[in-house]
């Protein structure tokens, strides 16, 4: 499978301990995006990275969240001190720069904070 | 990035052409519209992007009025596999996504 792969599918957390998602991309994709998706809506844009540069990050992303993406391949979400208000669909997804109107996207980290 | 305004939900027979609306009043010369539809459980998918022009390929078609305002994604002949969200998105070229809450396309046999 040459997809977009997330792992892992399922965190579930109690409130207050860090968790960290991982993203590996389609393999020659440059432009790696995270997205966040609770239940009934459409995604939100969190940050995304050009390689290794992270480009861009939301206003919702809190000092609680990090991301990186340390040799431009795969990408890591951390969340530390979770909190119940974070349980949401995280997605990652990928895209080469000069066609990123084709995002591909993984199936995503399912996170449930009790 | 301009809005867009969508239909909460909407039903078609199996086998029926799904006509998809897709409302953006304000967009701007260099935006393009692009479609993507999630099937539950799983990330979204691209469906196709213009700017001007119609456009098709083999998923759908994409019609765009001659002001730029409005769009109609037509699915030709759905079919229950088509069940899903469907994205209808204005942005830029190069920036960001961002999307709605969708339409909910119900394909009924």
């Known amino acids: 499978d040459t997809g977009v792969s997330q792992n892992p599918r399922h965190k579930i957390t109690k409130r207050g301990q860090n968790v960290t998602f991982r993203c590996d991309p389609i393999s020659e994709h440059n432009r790696l995006y995270w997205y966040r998706q609770t239940l009934g809506q459409g995604p939100e844009f969190l940050t995304y990275?050009?390689?290794?540069?992270?480009?861009?990050k939301s206003r919702l992303l809190s000092d609680r969240f990090s991301a990186e993406r340390p040799k431009g391949s795969f990408s890591t979400l951390e969340i530390q001190r979770t909190e119940q208000g974070d349980s949401a669909m995280y997605l990652c997804?990928?895209?080469?720069?000069?066609?990123?109107?084709?995002?591909?996207f993984g199936s995503g980290t399912q996170l449930s904070v009790l | 990035d301009a809005k867009t305004t969508q239909p909460t939900s909407m039903d078609c027979a199996e086998g029926r052409a799904a006509n998809l609306p897709c409302n953006h009043s304000t967009i701007s010369g260099n935006e393009y519209v692009y479609w993507y539809r999630q099937i539950h459980s799983q990330g979204p998918q691209y469906i196709i992007h213009?700017?001007?022009n119609n456009e098709t390929n083999e998923m759908a078609s994409l019609i765009i009025t001659e002001d730029r305002k409005s769009s109609t994604l037509i699915l030709p002949h759905a079919t229950l596999r088509d069940t899903a969200v469907y994205y209808c998105?204005?942005?830029?070229?190069?920036?960001?996504?961002?999307f709605g809450a969708g339409t909910i396309l119900r394909v009924k046999s």
């Open positions: 213009g700017l001007k």
């Open positions: 997804a990928s895209s080469l720069a000069r066609d990123n109107e084709k995002l591909f």
């Open positions: 990275f050009q390689n290794e540069a992270q480009l861009e």
């Open positions: 998105i204005v942005s830029g070229y190069g920036n960001k996504l961002v």
